[in-house]
T-cell receptor, first 116, second 120 residues
Framework: AQSVTQLGSHVSVSEGALVLLRCNYSSSVPPYLFWYVQYPNQGLQLLLKYTTGATLVKGINGFEAEFKKSETSFHLTKPSAHMSDAAEYFCAVSNAGGTSYGKLTFGQGTILTVHP | EAGVTQFPSHSVIEKGQTVTLRCDPISGHDNLYWYRRVMGKEIKFLLHFVKESKQDESGMPNNRFLAERTGGTYSTLKVQPAELEDSGVYFC??????????????????FGSGTRLTVV
């Protein structure tokens, strides 16, 4: 079984400050990890994903995440927050082993607020 | 290419009524998934189609929910009769064919905008 824990249901930062959204996962098989963002009244948009290879993954809009197997973490960061980053962010894990079709298991979501 | 389309975007129905949600995946995406987010909770898997076949329906809450994917194209999710606890946002996602490391988890998933269902 897989699970995802996002630490902090709400994160508030000032414009220009570092954004750090935390995600820890549990998986019995090598995980494929995802970050999605949902802007108000919109669907889920893929920010970035880790499958194999380089553990530092760069995504859209200046976001990146680092897969740390020893810490079972996949934290999302952005050096400088912008007002347009205000949204809800979801971390998710999928199983890509064997014949799996890889359904996603999501964390609870983190609402990011950016203050001027 | 066109994205994943869901209809309707919002639906308000009374308890005991029937509602049908529709999802049109990206053309050529054999894999189609339904998820649901109840207010205050995480997004949870409902079921997965490979073409027209139900591959995994382990997340379906109960037999009031019926999903179909006739012809392997669009999918419908019917709730009959609806209960108050069915309220939430229903998401559909699709992905390219394949399994394991050469499957959806590798390609990624494209989500629709969701259907917000309110049962009153």
């Amino acid at each position: 079984a897989q699970s995802v824990t996002q630490l902090g249901s709400h994160v508030s930062v000032s414009e220009g400050a570092l954004v750090l959204l935390r995600c820890n996962y549990s998986s019995s098989v090598p995980p494929y990890l995802f970050w999605y963002v949902q802007y108000p009244n919109q669907g889920l948009q893929l920010l970035l994903k880790y499958t194999t290879g380089a553990t530092l993954v760069k995504g859209i809009n200046g976001f990146e995440a680092e897969f740390k197997k020893s810490e079972t973490s996949f934290h999302l960061t952005k050096p400088s927050a912008h007002m347009s980053d205000a949204a809800e962010y979801f971390c998710a894990v999928s199983n890509a082993g064997g014949t799996s079709y890889g359904k996603l298991t999501f964390g609870q979501g983190t609402i990011l607020t950016v203050h001027p | 290419e066109a994205g994943v389309t869901q209809f309707p975007s919002h639906s308000v129905i009374e308890k005991g009524q029937t509602v049908t949600l529709r999802c049109d995946p990206i053309s050529g995406h054999d894999n189609l998934y339904w998820y649901r987010r109840v207010m205050g909770k995480e997004i949870k898997f409902l079921l997965h189609f490979v073409k027209e076949s139900k591959q995994d329906e382990s997340g379906m809450p109960n037999n009031r929910f019926l999903a179909e994917r006739t012809g392997g194209t669009y999918s419908t999710l019917k709730v009959q009769p609806a209960e108050l606890e069915d309220s939430g946002v229903y998401f559909c996602a699709s992905s390219q064919p394949g399994q394991g490391a050469k499957g959806p988890a590798n390609y990624g998933y494209t989500f629709g905008s969701g259907t917000r269902l309110t049962v009153v």
